[in-house]
């Protein structure tokens, strides 16, 4: 299928339906994501370019529709893909989905702020610059206290990659989504109920 006819047939309608949900407020089940997130970050490394855009996007809408912080373990784990462009797009959805919450979790978590800095030393390219740029992007979450011993657990020939691309970051704002959805929390319902108001929502959007 050309791009063009891709775009048409499958992109825009399936963001639009994502849109929506996201907009009256609705919430996926933990079954629903278990299944989905791990298929969508794997086959997110897909040969054809176009398939690729198509799941990176549906990732970013896809946030709205569940709680992040239950999101994190599938999206740790899909960071350590053998399938590189996977492990680069799971990076940049880490990115991309980082609060305050999840980046505290981060702060206090050797574990995984070893496998982070494995991934900021691998072979391929693409996966060190995400991984570099998902470090820097912690940076907005937490205080500059918390930031500097984070990176005292680094190796030292990443800790000045990391401060550099850091300090290049403007301060994170909230998305036009999540505004709106705070301004109008009584569209906020899982499956027709009320469901608890998420706070905290921000994406680093800089690119190192």
Do not use: W
């Amino acid at each position: 299928m050309p791009p063009s006819d891709y775009n048409i047939c499958i992109d825009k309608p399936c963001n639009l339906f994502l849109e929506q949900l996201a907009s009256e407020g609705v919430q996926l089940s933990e079954r629903e994501v278990q299944i989905l997130l791990p298929n969508i970050l794997e086959r997110s490394g897909h040969n054809m370019p176009a398939l690729r855009e198509f799941m990176e996007s549906i990732l970013k809408r896809s946030l709205p529709l569940y709680p992040r912080l239950k999101m994190l373990p599938m999206v740790l784990h899909a960071t350590l893909s053998k399938n590189k462009r996977s492990a680069a797009v799971a990076l940049r959805f880490l990115a991309e989905m980082l609060d305050r919450q999840i980046a505290a979790v981060l702060a206090k978590s050797q574990k995984e702020l070893s496998v982070l800095s494995k991934l900021m030393d691998d072979k391929d390219g693409d996966v060190r610059r995400t991984a570099l740029h998902a470090v820097a992007c912690l940076s907005q979450y937490v205080d500059g206290e918390v930031f500097e011993r984070m990176l005292s657990a680094l190796p030292k020939l990443l800790q000045t990659p990391v401060r550099a691309a850091a300090s290049r970051m403007s301060p994170a704002q909230p998305s036009p989504a999540l505004e709106a959805t705070l301004q109008d929390p009584a569209r906020r319902h899982e499956r027709g109920s009320r469901c608890t108001t998420q706070i905290g929502r921000a994406s680093c959007r800089e690119r190192v």
